[in-house]
């Protein structure tokens, strides 16, 4: 009976490259698409706030589960007959990072008080100067701390690229069990590898939001 | 795109859909209630505990938040069969979720807990209730009071993210879909559909949260203040 | 025994920084008590030693035949006798008026459901707010929570009442009425003691003034004592607070 040896060490540990290069996907990715998403959710258009709320209502009460498996049977519905599962895992992920990440912006910008818009207004700056000179930066400050505090939740849910077949630390551990089975001692190892990927950022995270929390006092 | 669509392929079998939605309700409501309680004692053992208390559960937190769920439903599934236990993939579910909400809940309450100004133990302390009264009374009602709306999201991302504990074929919506589009060769509509399902069920969880929160919260409900 | 209190040379610091250095005073029943001074005088923390909130480093405290200053002081039976308002009414948020009143009947000395509201509404009465029992905290003006935070110490009948600057955070106007609930109780012979910079009512309610200066009592005697002061600091106090 072959047991857990360095070299299954070895493969988990590539693995979790693919986690984190899946995870910067779906940040960056999510990032751009949820920008856009937090702007129009803000925006001073009727439907485009109904379609931005619309949008990120979707995103965040479907699923990640269900996302997956719906572009990784929908892109070979769309013609591409033999797709790689990164394409699927990371559209995916990107779709659900967005409507989180657009949340969590929007939630940042309107942190910042009315009074600053009035006071950019009366100095005649436009709107998207008002937006890009005066709000986002302070918006930025603000954002910081969650933004990293969910990226810790990308790392993780990157796992659930497993089940589109993409080879990732949580498909790796299942993998390493078909051939020698010791379910317990090798998902125990993957927690591991999550721990070490994630438990930095959430102590950032924090650090993070104590200071800006000491800054407002 | 040539594909055609064909949802009446899935009509047969509604049943079944209504079922996994049942399930994924029950799951989720066991879940979440002890997960509420596990949490909560967790916060108030964090907060107010001995030393090695504080520690115990500052460690359960972080190690719950810094791992996916995934593998804690594999950990706790071949974990426990390790053990020489047979568990039903249900059980183990549960299981799986309760100790991943509790870590979450223990979190939530605690900036709760945190909040409620230490002029308001005085008073309770100075009107002669005793420690638990003024827990119970002053600390604890009022804190969670002012997480529900945390919380609530909390829950409904559990009642989303119950849909993992497919994974080790537990029953409940997603499983049920993972068969039905295996039965019909429709993978596409089935997820449309159960994607539908779980985002009414997310409205329905949310709305539930609501009107529990109105009978409990007779303030909020008195001054109007959003839930 | 008259004293309903009694401090004897209390001592008290904070780190390195000694805020009551030797406090000597007395409150006969019936009486009501003005401490008055400068802030960081020690005359808040005198209140707060006096209902345990703080323990004393020396001397003595007797509150209604409880010592105080005894390690092994039963805090839920001197609290029984003692009341205290603060300065920033401390109300239970999440409860009405009523339901804050009813809280400490029901919870401390088991009084029923009915028997307590029964109370609530009497004691809400007194400070002139039985239309308003059902109100939140929040829906109140900032007297209107500090005459339900005087309800509230008054529904445990206590024996003897503080009141810790009670008036600080309210606008002159809200000044008025709960000064005229603290006068309407001193009447009905409830004994006192008020931590106060409000030297017109301290002139016209209390029975004894006692300033506080450096940490000590510098001066004690009536009302009229503030109108004809002996120590130079509180004639300078007086001065410069009216």
């Known amino acids: ?217 | 795109m040539t594909y055609q669509f064909d949802f009446a392929a899935l009509l047969p079998y509604w049943r079944e859909f209504a079922m996994g939605v049942w399930l994924t309700l029950q799951l989720s409501f066991v879940a979440t209630v002890l997960g509420f309680v596990l949490g909560t004692l967790c916060a108030i053992g964090r907060s107010d505990g001995a030393p090695w208390v504080k520690a115990l559960v500052a460690c359960y937190v972080e190690v719950i938040r810094n791992t996916p769920l995934l593998v804690q439903i594999f950990i706790i599934y071949f974990g426990i069969a390790t053990l020489g236990l047979h568990v039903d993939a249900n059980v183990a579910a549960v299981l799986a979720l309760v100790v991943n909400v509790g870590a979450y809940t223990s979190e939530i309450v605690r900036a709760g807990l945190e909040s409620i100004h230490k002029s308001q133990l005085e008073a309770a302390e100075c009107l002669g209730l005793s420690r638990p009264q003024t827990y119970w009374h002053v600390i604890v009602r009022p804190a969670i009071e002012r997480v529900y709306p945390a919380l609530t999201s909390q829950y409904v991302l559990l009642m989303l993210a119950s849909s993992i504990t497919s994974q080790i074929s537990a029953e409940e919506l997603t499983a049920v879909a993972n068969r039905i589009q295996s039965d019909t060769f429709r993978s596409f509509e089935t997820y449309i559909v159960v994607g539908v399902l779980y985002l009414a069920l997310s409205f329905v969880v949310r709305i539930a949260f609501w009107l529990f929160g109105l009978v409990v919260f007779v303030r909020r409900r008195k001054l109007g203040t959003a839930l | ?242």
């Open chain 1, 1 to 217: 009976m072959p047991t857990f040896t360095l070299i299954h060490f070895q493969f988990l540990c590539w693995a979790a490259l693919w986690t984190v290069g899946l995870s910067a996907i779906a940040f960056v990715g999510g990032g751009l698409v949820g920008f856009g998403v937090a702007l129009a959710r803000i925006s001073s258009t009727r439907w485009v706030r109904i379609l931005a709320t619309a949008y990120i209502q979707v995103v965040q009460g479907t699923p990640l589960l269900i996302l997956l498996f719906l572009f990784y049977f929908g892109i070979a519905i769309v013609g591409f007959k033999e797709v790689p599962a990164i394409f699927a895992a990371g559209l995916g992920l990107t779709i659900y990072s967005s409507g989180f990440l657009a949340e969590i912006w929007r939630g940042c910008i309107e942190s910042v008080p009315k009074t600053q818009w009035e006071a950019a207004e009366c100095l005649s700056l436009s709107r998207w100067q008002r937006l890009t000179r005066v709000i986002l930066p302070q918006a930025m400050r603000i954002a910081t701390a969650p933004t990293v505090g969910f990226l810790v939740q990308i790392v993780k849910n990157t796992s659930l690229a497993s089940v589109v077949g993409f080879v990732e630390l949580s498909q790796a551990g299942k993998l390493v069990n078909n051939s020698i089975f010791e379910p317990f001692t090798i998902f125990m190892v993957v927690a591991a590898i999550y721990f070490v990927l994630c438990y930095p950022l959430s102590t950032w995270s924090r650090s993070l939001e104590r200071k800006l929390n000491v800054g407002r006092r």
């Open chain 3, 1 to 242: 025994m008259s004293a309903v209190v009694s401090l004897t040379n209390v001592e008290k610091s904070f780190g390195a920084v000694k805020v009551l250095n030797g406090v000597s005073f007395e409150v006969a029943r019936g009486e009501v008590a003005a401490v008055i001074g400068q802030s960081g005088s020690g005359k808040s923390t005198a209140l707060r030693c006096i209902n345990a909130l703080e323990t004393i480093e020396g001397g003595q405290i007797m509150v209604c035949g409880h010592a105080v200053h005894d390690p092994k002081l039963d805090k839920k039976t001197l609290r029984r006798d003692v009341g205290i308002v603060f300065q920033s009414y401390n109300l239970f948020p999440h409860l009405t008026a009523e339901q804050n009143i009813m809280l400490a009947p029901t919870c401390v000395k088991g009084i029923g459901k009915a028997a307590a509201r029964d109370l609530a509404r009497e004691v809400l009465a007194r400070v002139g707010l039985e239309a308003k029992a059902d109100h939140f905290p929040e829906q109140l003006s900032g007297g209107q929570q500090q005459r339900v935070a005087i309800a509230r110490s008054l529904a445990m009948q206590p024996k003897l009442m503080l009141f810790d600057e009670v008036t600080s955070a309210l606008d002159p106007q809200l000044t008025g009425e709960v000064l005229k609930v603290m006068e309407d109780l001193a009447r009905g012979g409830m004994t006192m003691i008020l931590v106060t910079h409000e030297m017109a009512f301290a002139r016209k309610v209390a029975s004894k003034v006692i300033y506080m200066h450096q940490g000590t009592v510098w001066e004690t005697g009536p009302g009229a004592m503030l109108d004809d002061p002996k120590t130079p600091e509180l004639r300078a106090f007086v001065g410069s607070g009216l």
